[in-house]
């Protein structure tokens, strides 16, 4: 086996699911890991409160993308859809951050972005659910119809979302929102449904921004 053929090797056994290019690979790989992925994070104003990596856990990324409808179906026959990267950051609060790849612009992903979201959701509005279920197992004093109906009570929660587009290409010139995708005129309506993209694209920043970042692993990516 030649070098060439070990680099291919290697590569497709680190593949990220869901990504199809050699530079989404790149991209989704460096992510991984958590020092990369932190300090990427760091560098923005997404957060309010500095990622420590030590405190990100890497999640199982096929439940977050398996699509809303088909759900029950595609597990039963074993299909699954990816996210590129997906991580559970446990800091003051929970959150679940999940990156997605791009090097060129994708006019359908506003859709995809909400699917996924919308999915991981309801799978952890059916965990509490389920977990729910298991507890009660006759009606709980204080419990009213749609609590005992759905399992779940009025002060159950579950962790936000946030899924950021790691965009590497020139420029993002599609939607940017569920909404950019209706041909409604604003006004038409008192509100279009809303879900936009939250963009990050790394050659947009300054220097300074590239240079504070604390992993050397990101700085020589995005100097280089």
């Known amino acids: 086996m030649n070098i060439i053929e070990k680099i291919r090797k290697k590569i497709k056994e680190i593949n990220p699911p869901g990504t199809s290019c050699d530079k989404d690979i790149a991209m989704a790989v460096l992510m991984r890991d958590p020092d990369n992925f932190a300090s990427l994070l760091n560098a923005t104003d997404i957060f309010a409160e500095k990622i420590l990596p030590e405190d990100l856990v890497e999640r199982d990324s096929r ?3 398996l699509r809303f409808a088909d759900m029950e179906k595609m597990k039963k026959k074993g299909q699954t859809l990816y996210r590129d990267v997906y991580k559970t950051w446990y800091g003051r609060y929970t959150f679940h951050v999940g ?17 996924y979201d919308a999915t991981d959701y309801h799978v952890q509005t059916a965990a509490k659910q389920k977990e729910n279920r298991r507890k009660w197992k006759e009606r709980e004093k204080g419990l009213t119809n749609g609590e005992w109906l ?3 009570r009025k002060t159950d929660s579950i962790d936000m979302l946030v899924t950021a587009v790691l ?5 993002w010139d599609c939607a940017k929102d569920v909404k950019d995708m209706f041909l409604v005129p604003d006004g038409y309506v008192k509100r279009k449904p809303s879900w936009p993209l939250l963009i990050i694209n790394p050659f ?18 995005w100097v280089w």
């Not at 990156?99 to 699917?115: I, K, M």
């Open 204 to 221: 947009e920043m300054s220097d300074e921004e590239i240079l504070a970042m604390e992993s050397n692993d990101m700085k020589f990516v």
């Open 150 to 152: 759905r399992k779940f």
């Open 99 to 115: 990156f997605e790849n791009a090097s060129d612009s994708d006019p359908t992903l506003a859709v995809r972005n909400l699917n």
């Open 63 to 65: 439940l977050a993308a």
């Open 167 to 171: 965009f590497t290409g020139e420029e």
